[in-house]
C-alpha cells in the first residue's frame, strides 16, 4: 500500500514539473514533437533512477558514513554528469536517430535540476504519502525516483501531443510559439491540481 501512494503521490500530486517546477528547460524545449519528447522521457526516466540509486548509496556508506554531507550537492553533480555521458554513449550506438533528435537537449540532462532535485529530496527530505513522515529506505528511494520519471514522462508526452496538436491550429499572430506553449503548460498545470487531494 505504502509504494501505491508513493507511487501516485510522485506521479500525479507532486509532479516534478507541474507541481515542483523542475525540469522544464527541456519540457519546453524538446516537446514540439511526440518522438523527441518521449525519447527525452525514456532518457531521464533512466538517468533519474539509476542516479537516484547510486547517490542514496554514496551518500549512506560514504558521505553521512565520514561526516562529509556537506559535499553531498557536488558528488550528486558529478555522479549525475558520469551517468549522462553513459547514457549519451549508449544512445548514439543504439539509436543515432534518436541521439540526433534530442541533440543539445541530451547532454542538458547534466544540468536538468529534476534530476538533482530527486537525488537531494530523497536523502535529505521526509515524506507522508499520508502515513507517518520518515525518511525513505533505498527500495522505496528507487521506487520514489522512478514514480517521479515517469510523472515528468507523463506531463512531457500530454504536453508534445498538445504542442503538435497547436501546430496545425489557426492560433493567434501574438500567441505562437513559445507564449501558447506555456499557456497550455499552465493549463496542464491546472488540471494536474486537481489530483491534489488523492494524496498528502
Known sequence: MEYLLIIISAIFVNNILLSQFLGVCPFLGVS?????????????????????????????????????????????????????QMVEIVLKKVSPSLYAALGIFLPLITTNCAVLGVAINVVTKEFTFGLPSHMLSLTEAVVYAFATSVGYGVAMIIFSGIREHLAMNDVPKAFKGVPIALVSAGILALAFMGFSGLVK
Open 32 to 84: 514540439n514533437k511526440l518522438s523527441t519528447a518521449t525519447g527525452m522521457s525514456g532518457a531521464v526516466c533512466f538517468v533519474i533512477t539509476l542516479a537516484t540509486l547510486v547517490t542514496y548509496l554514496i551518500n549512506k556508506y560514504l558521505l553521512v558514513a565520514f561526516g562529509l554531507e556537506f559535499l553531498q550537492t557536488i558528488a550528486f553533480i558529478l555522479v549525475i554528469a558520469a551517468l549522462v
